[in-house]
């Protein structure tokens, strides 16, 4: 009877070990991110997808690399500088949900889970000239491939473009010589910062900023329709004057719309419909739903500004440092500072969650509610995998954060380079 029983026994608790290490399904209101681990022993860094799951208040982990990134760091005083080979980790392009753009150049696929993922070659990978500057450009978006041959657009007529489209398996190219200086617009406009294709109309809006001749920032949209081989432009009215230059990695689409950072830590939203601009986010409000975060007497607070992160369906994902202790007449010593990542939900202008990571209790992320109410934890090592033990030039790229602020952690981005 107890050969029978041993052998039992032992199949049940390795059975009911099985089940405890099933992974945990994310509820609906979970928002995906991937975390990038460096692994020395193969000289490469991993892509791991993971969910924060702002209904049930934790961070769930899939645990399965998506794919790695192949590129060699550069070295300061004879040690590996990993968070250059973090920014060519970055997807070219994806949403969260069905589909991610990756890089022949760097990528190299490992398990797609779910995701419908699309390789394309990376004009960063080309080998330049000696002297001479990369003259071509890839801008990405959902469905779309924007590639252009870079010019002195004050003295060319045009500039080139290829706009590809996908639709499933098709794939269509058309060619486009734009004209980025005119008298309308005082000045030079440049390439364009971020891109939506809008399938119903065949139509791309591109958003472009410029600086006109005494200095006043302006944003101008593009309208290039495919099927008639058309483009036009059309100047944003609402925000203008005190608008900071930006790159595709700080603009974010939801809907018809680019959300833009603006001056005096401001988010600012571009309507597509009628080409107007207003203020997104009440900054003062932002501040006031997170006003748990600021001592009650301070002394200094720091740069809690509303930095775009990425977007997921309709929630924005903001962040910030807020810093404590100094005083307010000096600078601030940055030895007590938290760095938060806000989900915000731009339909009902509600902090969803807040997910914490905090200079004097560094080896754990904390999962909030909006009420400051914290939820759960998960350690740093665990949530990055190894990055205390990701060794840097200063020893400060996780003793001080370092690794957000070089994006060891994405959120879904479709605004892409």
């Given at each position: 009877m107890k050969k029978i029983v041993v052998p039992f026994l032992i199949f049940l608790f390795?059975?009911?070990?099985?089940?405890n290490n099933k992974i945990e399904t994310p509820s609906e209101n979970?928002?995906?991110?991937?975390?990038?681990?460096?692994?020395?022993?193969?000289?490469?860094?991993?892509?791991?997808?993971?969910?924060?799951?702002?209904?049930?208040?934790?961070?769930?982990?899939?645990?399965?690399?998506?794919?790695?990134?192949?590129?060699?760091?550069?070295?300061?005083?004879?040690?590996?500088?990993?968070?250059?080979?973090?920014?060519?980790?970055?997807?070219?392009?994806?949403?969260?949900?069905?589909?991610?753009?990756?890089s022949s150049q760097y990528h190299k696929i490992k398990n797609p889970l779910n995701?419908?993922?699309?390789?394309?070659?990376?004009?960063?990978?080309?080998?330049?000239?000696?002297?001479?500057m990369c003259d071509t450009a890839c801008s990405y978006a959902k469905d779309l491939q924007v590639?252009?041959?870079?010019?002195?657009?004050?003295?060319?007529?045009?500039?080139?473009?290829?706009?590809?489209v996908f639709d499933g398996e098709k794939v269509t190219?058309?060619?486009?010589?734009?004209?980025?200086?005119?008298?309308?617009?005082?000045?030079?406009?440049?390439?364009?910062?971020?891109?939506?294709?809008?399938?119903?109309?065949?139509?791309?809006?591109?958003?472009?900023l410029y600086y006109d001749s005494v200095g006043m920032g302006r944003f101008l949209i593009c309208t290039i329709n495919l099927e008639k081989g058309t483009y036009g432009w059309h100047e944003v009215t609402g925000i203008e004057g005190c608008i900071p230059n930006m790159g595709q990695m700080d603009i974010s689409t939801i809907g018809n719309s680019f959300y833009v950072p603006i001056c005096g830590n401001e988010v600012g939203i571009v309507n597509l419909d009628d080409y107007s601009s207003e203020f997104a986010i009440d900054r003062d409000e932002l501040f006031r739903k997170l006003s748990f975060y600021l001592p009650s007497t301070p002394s200094h607070i720091s740069y809690p500004y509303p930095g775009?992160?990425?977007e997921y369906k309709d929630i924005l994902i903001l962040a910030g440092m807020f810093i404590f202790g100094g005083k307010a007449d000096e600078e601030p010593t940055f030895d007590n500072f938290r760095q938060v990542y806000v989900a915000f939900n731009t339909k009902t202008s509600e902090?969803?969650?807040?997910?914490?990571?905090?200079?004097?209790?560094?080896?754990?992320?904390?999962?909030?509610?909006?009420?400051?109410?914290?939820?759960?934890?998960?350690?740093?090592?665990?949530?990055?995998?190894?990055?205390?033990?990701?060794?840097?030039?200063?020893?400060?790229?996780?003793?001080?954060?370092?690794?957000?602020?070089?994006?060891?952690?994405?959120?879904?981005?479709?605004?892409?380079?």
């Open positions: 390795l059975f009911t070990l099985g089940c979970s928002i995906p991110f991937l975390t990038f681990e460096v692994n020395e022993k193969n000289h490469n860094v991993e892509a791991y997808l993971n969910y924060w799951d702002t209904e049930k208040g934790k961070i769930i982990q899939m645990d399965d690399v998506v794919y790695t990134t192949n590129k060699t760091p550069y070295y300061s005083d004879g040690m590996p500088d990993w968070s250059g080979v973090v920014h060519y980790a970055y997807p070219l392009s994806w949403d969260g949900e069905s589909y991610i753009y990756l995701f419908k993922i699309r390789m394309f070659d990376d004009v960063r990978g080309a080998q330049p000239k000696k002297g001479v590639y252009l041959k870079v010019r002195n657009y004050l003295k060319a007529d045009y500039t080139a473009f290829t706009f590809t190219e058309k060619e486009f010589k734009i004209s980025l200086y005119n008298d309308t617009f005082h000045g030079g406009i440049p390439a364009g910062q971020a891109y939506i294709y809008d399938k119903n109309k065949n139509e791309v809006k591109a958003l472009h775009i992160q990425g902090v969803m969650g807040i997910l914490e990571w905090n200079l004097l209790t560094p080896e754990f992320f904390i999962v909030r509610d909006k009420n400051e109410k914290e939820l759960s934890k998960i350690a740093t090592d665990k949530l990055v995998k190894g990055i205390s033990k990701v060794p840097s030039a200063d020893d400060r790229l996780y003793k001080y954060g370092h690794f957000l602020n070089f994006g060891f952690i994405r959120f879904p981005h479709k605004n892409g380079d």
